[in-house]
C-alpha cells in the first residue's frame, strides 16, 4: 500500500534511540520516506543528499547543534517545513522555536494520530502532493477526491475524512472514540453517529468493488485490502 506522501520525505533529528525509532516507525506505516539522525552534525550533508519535504527536530540534542541552529540552518538554505518535537515546554522555548523558523511545536509526550496530522497539515500548506492507496482505493487529499477501480465517487466531508483517517492507519484497528476525536474533534458523543457514516461510507466504495473497511466486533473498525 502506498501511504500519505507516496514517497514524500521526512528528516528526524531526535537523541532519544527509542523515540526516535517510534517515530521513523510512525512516519514509514503512513508512507513516508525517513531519514532519522541523532544529532546534527552532519544534517547538511544529510540533506543535500535526502532532500527532505519537511523536517521534524528535538531541540535539546548532547552533540553538535541544538534544534534551533538546525532549524535556523534549514530555513537559510532550503525552503521546507520545520516541527519542533520536544519536551522544552516552557513559552520562551516554544517563541525560540517560532523565531528559528518552525512552523509548529508539538511537546512530548505526543499522540501519533496527532503528530501525523501536524505532518500533513504541514506538507499541504507546503503545497506537497499528499495521496493514500489501499488496492485499486485513491485517496488525494490536495484535490479531496475518492475514486476507486477508476470510478469517483461523492462523498460527504464526514465520509471523506472517515476514510482519511482509515486509510493513513492501514490494517491499525481504530476505535469509535478514537474516529470521533480525529473526525468531529471530540469523543463526548454517541458513538452510533460513527456507525452511521460509516455504513454509508462502506456501500458507496463497495458499490465498485470488494469491501475494504472491516468491523473488529468490540473494537472499531480498519482498512485492510
Request: glycine content about 8%.
Amino acid at each position: 500500500m502506498g501511504g500519505v506522501g507516496s514517497g514524500l520525505g521526512v528528516l528526524v533529528v531526535e537523541d532519544d534511540d527509542t523515540l526516535r525509532h517510534a517515530v521513523d516507525a510512525v512516519l514509514r506505516r503512513a508512507g513516508y520516506t525517513v531519514r532519522a539522525e541523532s544529532d546534527g552534525k552532519a544534517v547538511k550533508e544529510v540533506v543535500k543528499e535526502f532532500r527532505p519535504d519537511l523536517a521534524i527536530l528535538d531541540v535539546r540534542l548532547p552533540t553538535g547543534p541544538d534544534g534551533y541552529a538546525i532549524a535556523r540552518a534549514l530555513r537559510d538554505e532550503h525552503d521546507l517545513p520545520i516541527l519542533f518535537l520536544t519536551a522544552a515546554d516552557s513559552r520562551r522555548a516554544r517563541l525560540d522555536g517560532f523565531e528559528a523558523g518552525g512552523d509548529d511545536y508539538v511537546i512530548k509526550p505526543f499522540d501519533t494520530e496527532e503528530l501525523l496530522a501536524r505532518v500533513a497539515a504541514l506538507l499541504r500548506r507546503a503545497g506537497a502532493k499528499t495521496s493514500w492507496r489501499a488496492a485499486d482505493l485513491v485517496v488525494d487529499d490536495t484535490t479531496r477526491t475518492v475514486t476507486r477501480n477508476g470510478h469517483e465517487l461523492v462523498l460527504t466531508r464526514t465520509e471523506y475524512e472517515l476514510l482519511s483517517v482509515l486509510v493513513q492507519h492501514p490494517r491499525q484497528v481504530l476505535s469509535k472514540e478514537q474516529l470521533l476525536r480525529r473526525v468531529w474533534g471530540f469523543d463526548a458523543c454517541d458513538t452510533n453517529v460513527v456507525e452511521v457514516h460509516m455504513s454509508s461510507l462502506r456501500r458507496k466504495l463497495e458499490a465498485h468493488g470488494a469491501r475494504l473497511i472491516h468491523t473488529v466486533r468490540g473494537t472499531g473498525y480498519t482498512l485492510r485490502p
